[in-house]
């Protein structure tokens, strides 16, 4: 009996004293914490090169904004092109209500201004005759063509070159 509690305590103490055979060198206590695959088997673990990541990513935002900004550009000229076609609208208009008017003009139907120099004056005329129906002999310096709008304004169908 005595020898089985001796051989009880030998167990029981070697069981207590486990000796790890690989090198405490060669083993990590927490693996799961290590920045890198820690056995043969284990997944690709590279660091990120911040870097290169962040000059990625403001490359891609200059080329998102800078497409952003030139529709906003082509937007804005379009814009400035239709209120400088409303401004121009607005002094022919303007420019053939201070003419002198011998009949009333419909709206959708093309008109004439003339130009013709009266005792040293400019005097503009609007006519229902257009500048190729005249004939060889036109009394007036033709200025333009315009069409009368629903809104009252003159829309420009054809200017003097010079």
């Known amino acids: 009996m005595e020898k089985q509690k001796k051989s009880d305590a030998k167990k029981s103490d070697s069981q207590k004293e486990f000796v790890n055979p690989i090198d405490k060198d060669k083993i990590a206590e927490n693996p799961h914490?290590?920045?890198?695959?820690?056995?043969?088997?284990g997944a690709v673990i590279k660091p990120i090169d911040k870097g290169r990541v962040?000059?990625?990513?403001?490359s891609?935002?200059?080329?998102?904004?800078n497409t952003q900004l030139d529709q906003i550009r082509e937007q804005v000229n379009l814009l400035a092109?239709?209120?400088?076609?409303?401004?121009d609208r607005v002094q022919i208009s303007e420019q053939i209500y201070l003419s002198e008017i011998n009949f009333k003009p419909?709206?959708?139907?093309?008109?004439?201004?003339?130009?013709?120099?009266?005792?040293?004056?400019?005097?503009?005329?609007l006519s229902m005759v257009g500048?190729?129906?005249?004939g060889g002999n036109m009394p007036y310096e033709f200025v333009a063509?315009?069409?009368?709008?629903?809104?009252?304004?003159?829309?420009?169908?054809?200017?003097?070159?010079l």
């Open 33 to 41: 914490l290590l920045p890198y695959a820690h056995t043969v088997g």
């Open 145 to 161: 063509s315009a069409k009368l709008m629903a809104d009252h304004t003159w829309e420009v169908q054809e200017e003097q070159t």
């Open 60 to 65: 891609a935002m200059y080329e998102q904004t």
């Open 54 to 58: 962040k000059g990625l990513a403001v």
């Open 106 to 125: 419909l709206i959708g139907h093309i008109y004439h201004l003339y130009k013709k120099i009266k005792k040293e004056e400019e005097v503009f005329i």
């Open 81 to 87: 092109k239709q209120a400088q076609a409303i401004h």
């Open 131 to 134: 500048p190729k129906e005249w």
